[in-house]
């Protein structure tokens, strides 16, 4: 058994196909088939099946590749800890951003960032926020811009900004007449919200103190996108919640919306930048934290640590 092996097998995991597999490693479908049947054979047990014409992992399989994808990690740490001890700064930096925030906030930062780190390029990868953690324990990531505590203690954070929230109206709407509306005031059964896994869908159900409540509370909708969201509120289907960093880019698109900000508890978000506690990228990460604060337009409250 040795990485190259375990890599093989990951990659075959992640694209279903021993041929697409091959491609991504370099190599023949033949010396990809062969070694990981090497694996298979000093190992005892099947790791893929075939069904039909897809394949699958196999239950002792999903075990092995969880198992692989920890090694292959840490032999890239390994190799980062070492490019990292000649100049820290330097790699590039796979970024994960939620879809809330990724249009939004990454045409600021960009800039600054290639500006500060130039030897250090972000590869943007835009996810749901439990598939980012995911990516980030595995090893995938170096980091991670979420919009919730993540809860773990192999995690470090360096908080970013409160970004507040607004509630967005269609034309004629009785609550456009107030400067800043309250939870009291929203009818949680006419708010569109999110597709279950976003936690901006979470947030705003807080917000209207029904935190358990995800099937009785809201319209009948799961959109997977804001704009979505945005379009629905202007054919007056209902009322949305929309972050601040949003608000200044999507009103433009359906100029009739109205928007008026929040108040009360949870009237707000916290953004940060997770990493794993012992990556071997701190100082990069530290420093594109710092240039995520200064990049952020305004209307949000810029944190420190």
Request: glycine share 8%; with cysteine; aromatic share 4%.
């Amino acid at each position: 058994m040795n990485l190259r092996d375990l890599q093989y097998v990951l990659a075959v995991a992640d694209l279903g196909h021993f041929g697409r597999a091959a491609d991504a490693c370099h190599v023949s479908q033949p010396t990809l088939s062969g070694q990981i049947l090497k694996l298979e054979d000093e190992l005892g047990v099947r790791i893929f099946e075939r069904v039909g014409r897809s394949i699958r992992p196999t239950p002792v399989g999903e075990q092995i590749l969880g198992h692989a994808r920890r090694a292959v990690s840490a032999a890239d740490d390994i190799t980062a800890l070492a490019r990292a001890s000649r100049d820290p700064l330097a790699g590039p930096l796979r970024l994960g951003v939620i879809p809330t925030l990724a249009p939004y906030l990454m045409p600021f930062v960009l800039p600054i960032a290639a500006e500060a780190l130039p030897a250090a390029p972000l590869m943007l990868y835009e996810d749901l926020t439990a598939n980012l953690l995911q990516a980030l324990s595995e090893g995938r990531l170096e980091a991670a811009i979420i919009a919730s505590d993540p809860g773990d203690p192999r995690l470090s954070s360096h908080l970013l900004f409160d970004e507040p929230f607004f509630v967005v109206l269609p034309p004629g709407h009785p609550l456009a007449a107030k400067t800043t509306i309250h939870a009291d005031d929203l009818d949680p059964k006419s708010l569109l919200l999110l597709a279950d896994g976003h936690c901006l869908r979470d947030q705003a159900l807080e917000f209207c103190g029904h935190p358990n409540r995800g099937e009785t509370a809201g319209a009948d909708i799961r959109a997977t996108s804001l704009e979505t969201l945005l379009h629905l509120t202007a054919a007056d289907y209902g009322i949305t919640l929309l972050p601040r960093l949003a608000v200044g880019n999507d009103l433009g698109l359906i100029g009739r919306l109205e928007a008026r900000p929040l108040e009360g508890d949870h009237h707000f978000r916290r953004v940060r930048l997770v990493h794993r506690v012992n990556t071997p990228r701190q100082k990069a990460l530290a420093l594109l934290a710092e240039m995520i604060r200064k990049g952020v337009p305004e209307g949000v409250e810029r944190l420190d640590g």
